[in-house]
């Protein structure tokens, strides 16, 4: 689904330009149908009624001739409220049949006063066509005699309508998200990446960074480099990790916090690492909330575990790193590994955003089917 944001507000698509345009068919059938040969004015009421009424009138094959007002609203006195009046009215209405063009009525305040006014301008008749009603919010007994659109209570956009001045050259219709928090809709890609010892991680989070112009953030990077230079964080960090035991989930988030507010106006991030937990995604959606973004997609490499061991092994060879030689040792920490992601695919599953990738094959292949996945 499509979302823009005009000023403060997440709108998202709700009727296409087609539905639009069928719905206007349907009203200028009827027009036609019901004034030919009456010779009828049509008066669009502006600014909002542009779109409408030029898309409907190139539909209208009665003769007839086409006039624009303007609704001007101003406070009156106490007793008198919201004064409303009409400008620009140019147009000689004595005997005719006026067709006012709106392009929506919501309470009906300013269909109402517009028709007031008309009321004794001598009209022969005066009708009503709208390209959207709000029915729920209507509150007057003027009949509507032509609906293209009859639509829910929530604040709509585009084709013509406007939130504060902007979206009226939208050409399709939007209405309020009810998600406003989440993103900016800044296009920044976030992908949270995962993948069992051995599965190519590092090669791929390495290359992705590169082409997406990426920040990586390995939060195991990073706290050994807190470590490094002694930070207060390093220094808390590595009370925990001396003992042996797991960083807290609050330490770690802050870590991040950090580094994404050294990070301000990055194309986006790499989350390699981390989040480990249920808990810990649900944390860092929290933290990206409050800097206006999200994670777009979780990429997890599979590879089976005996692929894994064989693969592991090897490292091991050539790395000497004695937790890659023991493949008791390295079953333990692929079992681990499934154990605590299970949770987490289920996790970024629920919300769409989990993708599984075959990580076998050359490191290009590999790398192809990420990038088509996050391209897609
Ligand atoms: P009414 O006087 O309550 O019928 O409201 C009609 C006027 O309110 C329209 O001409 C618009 O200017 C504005 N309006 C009502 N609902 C919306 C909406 O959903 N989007 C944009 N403008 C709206
Ligand atoms: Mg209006």
Redesign the pocket.
């Given at each position: 689904m499509s979302k823009i944001k005009i000023h403060d507000k997440v709108f998202e698509s709700y009727l296409s330009e087609q539905e639009i345009d069928a719905a206007i068919s349907r009203v200028a059938d009827q027009i036609n149908h019901k004034y030919r040969g009456k010779q009828p004015v049509f008066l669009g009421?502006l600014n909002?009624c542009f779109y409408f009424a030029a898309d409907l009138l190139k539909k209208i094959d009665v003769e007839c001739e086409i006039s624009f007002v303007k609704?001007a609203s101003y406070q009156g006195t106490q007793s008198t409220g919201n004064v409303r009046q009409l400008l620009g009215l140019d147009q000689k209405l004595k005997g005719r049949h006026v067709i006012i063009l709106?392009?929506?009525?919501?309470?009906?305040?300013?269909?109402?006063s517009v028709v007031d006014t008309l009321s004794n301008m001598g009209a022969e008749s005066i009708s009503i066509a709208t390209l959207?009603y709000?029915e729920e919010?209507?509150e007057k007994d003027i009949p509507i005699d032509y609906i293209a659109l009859s639509i829910k209570s929530?604040?709509?956009?585009g084709y013509g309508?406007?939130?504060d001045g902007f979206g009226r050259n939208l050409n399709e219709i939007y209405v309020l998200s009810e998600v406003q928090n989440i993103k900016d809709y800044d296009n920044m890609l976030n992908i949270v990446l995962f993948g069992p010892p051995g599965a190519g991680k590092g090669t791929q989070a390495a290359k992705l960074k590169e082409k997406f112009n990426l920040v990586h953030l390995s939060t195991g990077d990073i706290l050994r480099e807190e470590i490094k230079q002694d930070t207060p964080l390093g220094q808390e960090a590595k009370g925990f990790m001396d003992k042996g035991e797991l960083v807290p989930d609050e330490v770690v988030i802050n870590m991040i916090g950090n580094c994404l507010n050294q990070n301000k106006g990055a194309a986006g991030f790499i989350f390699d690492g981390f989040p480990r937990t249920t808990e810990q995604a649900r944390a860092l959606d929290n933290l990206l909330q409050q800097h206006k973004t999200e994670i777009d997609l979780m990429l997890s490499l599979e590879v089976d575990d005996e692929e894994l061991v064989d693969r592991i092994i090897q490292r091991g060879r050539e790395s000497g790193r004695e937790d890659d030689k023991n493949e008791s040792v390295i079953y333990n920490r692929i079992l681990t590994y499934n154990k605590k992601t299970a949770p987490l695919k289920t996790y970024f599953g629920d919300q769409g955003k989990y993708n599984s990738i075959d990580g076998v094959g050359t490191i290009e292949e590999i790398f192809d089917r990420l990038v088509e996945t996050i391209n897609r």
């Open positions: 009421v909002g609704v709106e392009d929506i009525v919501d309470t009906g305040n300013t269909i109402e959207l709000k919010m209507y929530d604040f709509v956009v309508l406007d939130y």
